[in-house]
């Protein structure tokens, strides 16, 4: 009989039946027989997840309408069906299935490709087919050929699908309860819309909300320094005193103490200089590749996810969603072999520095299911690189060059580091001397960023005097920066630094954080379409519905990045074959009903005052309804204000009045409340969080004047 091979999807198909001779018919292609395949085989594919777990109403039709009274929903056993608009590539799938007694499971090599692989097997009701399993990193032709023929037994794949189906059980059970719970609790309180909970979004959005606040109730002092720039024989430099006070009296006692005037002279008592070096980066995994396009590009990570998952299938770049930076020895190989032609792609050449492994790079024990992302054997010729998009080029090109500068020589400087004197107070000056750029002349091209580096000193000597400009800097401590999309990726891998408790903090390091490699920017894109953040300009700030929602959680364990990842710890077990399915969904059970009986009395003493703009692009009957009016209308005297989508407008516009409000200004949502005021008053209360052009934030109040609208800060 002939193998069938499954596939994630139609464009893996396409990649592993390049590597063959095949004939296409719908929904499936026959490879003809072949040394690898000497009767041939079929290679089918699934559109991502063609069966998905049943809806609540398919258990039981109580769960139909969302009511306090029929929570919980714990069906006695989980149910799948086939989704919805994908029977017809199913039917396939499952004919060819049910007719072969050899089934190679060629899904994405992780959890998920397992899930998908087995809840399809498991819907078209074939058994007893022997499963093998394809384990590649490359879809290149040599790649495929080879992975064919050394086919895996699939006794570790059972396991992370068992894995995977749990995580996958435990999600659903935690969204449909808890998005239930607290949407129709909050709907109780006259807070009317839907509040998708998550397993990993919720602890995610609390730890956005939670920086959010740092900013919002920051109060910036100020602080005095002391700072000279000194006039040598060969060049002026700058130094600074190690006082820093947050009265200027203090600074100005300092001084008067060592009888310092603006001019006092200087000498310099100390030049000490030190050879510096800077090793290459490490390999990408996917998380350091979508921080660095995000600080670069300002790309956001789902769509780094999507453009790299172009660039492996068009056979340019090995996996993508990995979260090792190391490779084998095997890929150091093929790469040392290949230097000379990546050089050519990028136009640069260097002299190799070593061909010697290091660990640094090269540890077979730090590489499980899949090594750093790094180019393949095939150097694309000039023709394939102009046809990519220039965010394609963008991040192959930065794979190339870091996996390049793994050949290159270290950065090397020298640091240079001077004390001059002034009546006895001294001052401290450090400066940087380049050596050699080594590895970072790959980056001179592809980095926008200009690297904000210590300045290069004159020539200085012990005993030298200097003349002096003494002045009192004022400077003020600054809030925390809001979080770049970029930057919430690496937040949710390494969250533990955030958690107080020492043995949650390792337990968070152990797991990786919130989220996998392969999930954090979906997860990410999840809590932006329901609308708990916005991403402007790169900067992520917490919308009203995501401080309803934090402000509802706080306090609970679904606030808590260390309960997930308690719970990942276990789920890893499952998937190592030391833990089961049935005592982690016990476990979920429990947590559940813990929720229904503390949730409501949790909220009852909670005063959440922020009322929420209707969204008229929401198709569930929890979350529209009707627009009610703010306030009368501030021109035409006669229509009421009401909010619509992203803005605020007249009910009389149909007569010709024009009178709006912008939903956000500088970046900051604006309430009804505070329309209300605007229209009334002329003026709101002080408003926290507006964010300027620099990305810095400041609280000031909105003054209504003239049909226009002006920032007033107090005096």
Known sequence: MKPVILAEKPSQAKAYADAFSVKRHEGYLEINPCPTFPEGAYITWGIGHLVELKEPKAYDKKWDKWSLNSLPILPDRYEFQVAKGKFKQFTIVKKLMKSTDTVINACDVDREGSNIFYSIYNQTGARRQTIKRLWINSLEVEEVRKGFAHLQDNRKDLLLYEEAKARQISDWLVGMNGSRLYSLLLQSQGIKDVFPIGRVQSPTIYLIYQRQMEIENFVSEPFYEIEATFNAEHGTYKGKAKAKEPKREIIQELLAKHAIHPNSPGIITSVEKQDKRIPPPQLHSLSTLQATANRLWKTSPANVLKTMQGLYEKKLVTYPRTDSRYITPSEFSYLAEQVTGYQQLIGQSFPISSLVPKKRYVDSSKVQEHYAIIPTKKIPSQAVIDKLSSMERNLYEEIVRTTLSMFHTDYLYTETKVTTDVNGLPFFTTGKTELDKGWKALFVRSSKESEKEEPTLPSLYEQEKVASEIAIKEGKTMPPKPYTEGQLIAM?????????????????????????????????????????????????????????????????????????????????????????????????????????????????????????VPSKTSNSKYSSYKQEPIVLCPKCKEGSIVARKGFYGCTNYKKGCTQTFNGFFLKKKITPSQIKLLCTKGRTNEIKGFVAENGQTFNASLSFIEGKLKLEFKA
């Open 492 to 612: 949710m891998k390494t969250c533990g630094k955030l958690v107080d408790n020492k043995d949650e903090t390792e337990i968070l390091k152990e797991v990786e954080g919130l989220g996998t490699e392969a999930t954090r920017s979906g997860i990410i894109e999840t809590i932006k379409r329901h609308g708990y953040i916005n991403v402007t300009k790169n900067i992520v700030s917490i919308t009203d519905k995501g401080r309803v929602l934090c402000q509802a959680i706080e306090g609970n364990l679904l606030a808590s990045p260390s309960m997930t990842a308690k719970w990942e710890t276990y789920l890893r077990k499952i998937g190592n074959g030391e833990g089961s399915q049935e005592r982690f969904l016990g476990s979920i059970a429990k947590f559940i009903h813990s929720l229904l009986q503390e949730v409501p009395n949790q909220l009852k003493l909670k005063n959440i005052d922020i009322k929420l």
